[in-house]
């Protein structure tokens, strides 16, 4: 597995965790006349003391993401972390996805049901999840990678590190360039069904020149010591500001749209669909509104950003409106609407130039209506 330049490699990183860097210098500046003279490498049994497997890994240009146990029955367990505010990190069974905060620490099971050989390693790869950009390699971006947060044994291009886990190696694919990390398998302690790997992940989704927003997906697999593949698991990740807000809104989402592609769809309520089309005519507001268009029990709260205070004061009403009727028991909700009509017919007759904005509003509910 591990080649020699790379092998290298990670003992010079060895050498530039034993020491500190001197101030303003470049790691790499870092000469041997700065290693303690009592520095025996083999003290650490670097991978370079390992006789060298003949075999590379598999690799291929598009790398394969489906899940494949195995013999070994490989697969991926994550702890139940729920969607609070205050969560780091949190794993959606429903979309097969985690949600984590940048540099946070990801704990992530394995679980086999008959143990690998002795020297399997387990590998973690990025790759992007859509297919026309599957191709590019899963980098840090420019930002990140110029940030001094090395822990000594990652190099700064990597999204992806193991924390807390001296023997974790880095690799860059020679053919692919691509990223990964790897570490020894270790059985479970006794009584415990799985081991745990603790990932970070070193960019948020959106960083610009990085993942760039688009979407990712990380391939664990398990791999006998000369690479070859005993089985492959595959999870989606977003590295984000508010990972529990984040899950329980793309959950919710995929709920409605798991719920309009079944056939017993039942048909919204005129209140609704005029909702949504005066809010599709004005700028097309996703959060507040569109959950005021689901489920009356839908008690979950988003928030939405808009451009100018015009559009915002807009879109307030609109959602004031909602919230009163929300109030207002369904009987007086046609007595108002009456008061309004025989109002605005009023107006209109007075030469008033044009009704307000809110009433503007229910003009066009009024007309929905006789439609
Ligand atoms: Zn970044």
Redesign the pocket.
């Known amino acids: 597995m591990a080649e020699n330049p790379e092998s290298q490699e990670f003992a010079d990183l060895w050498e530039r965790n034993l020491i500190s860097a001197p101030e303003g210098g470049s790691c790499w500046d870092i000469s041997d006349e700065y290693l303690p003279n009592s520095f025996d490498p083999s003290l650490f049994n670097l991978p370079t003391e390992q006789p060298q497997p003949s075999t590379s890994p598999p690799t291929s240009t598009v790398p394969i993401a489906t899940d494949y146990p195995g013999e070994h029955g490989f697969k991926l367990q994550f702890p139940q972390s729920g969607t609070a505010k205050s969560v780091t990190c949190t794993y959606s069974p429903d979309l097969n996805k985690l949600f984590c905060q ?1 540099a946070k620490t990801c704990p992530v099971q394995m679980v086999v049901d008959v143990a690998p050989p002795q020297g399997s390693v387990l590998r973690a790869t990025a790759i992007y999840k859509k297919s026309e950009h599957v191709a590019e390699v899963v980098r ?6 110029r ?1 001094p947060d090395t822990d000594g044994l990652a190099p700064a291009a990597h999204l992806i590190r193991v924390e807390g886990n001296l023997r974790a190696t880095y690799k860059e694919d020679d053919v692919t360039s691509r990223h990964s990390v790897v570490v020894p398998y270790e059985a479970p302690q006794l009584g415990a069904g799985f081991t745990t790997v603790l990932y970070n992940y ?3 989704s959106s ?5 760039n927003r688009r979407p990712i997906l990380t391939i664990i697999t398990l791999e006998t010591q000369d690479g070859q593949m005993l089985g492959r698991r595959s999870f989606e990740v977003r590295v984000c500001a508010c990972p529990g807000r984040d899950r329980k809104t793309e959950e919710s989402n995929f709920r409605k749209d798991q719920e309009t592609k079944t056939p017993s769809k039942t048909p919204s309520t005129t209140k609704r669909s005029i909702v949504k089309e005066s809010s599709s005519s004005t700028s097309r507001p996703e959060g507040s509104k569109k959950a005021k268009m689901s489920v009356s029990s839908d008690e979950e709260i988003f928030s939405l950003q808009v451009r100018g205070r015009e559009r915002f004061e807009m879109l307030k009403k609109i959602n004031d409106s909602l919230e009163l009727s929300d109030v207002v028991p369904p009987s007086d909700v046609d007595k108002y609407r009456q008061k309004l009509v025989s109002k605005n017919k009023k107006e209109r007759d007075g030469q008033t130039p044009e009704p307000k904005r809110g009433k503007k509003l229910m003009v066009k509910d009024e007309k929905s209506d006789s439609d």
């Open positions: 940048l840090r971006c420019p930002h990140h990678e940030t070193m960019c948020n960083c610009m020149g990085g993942m």
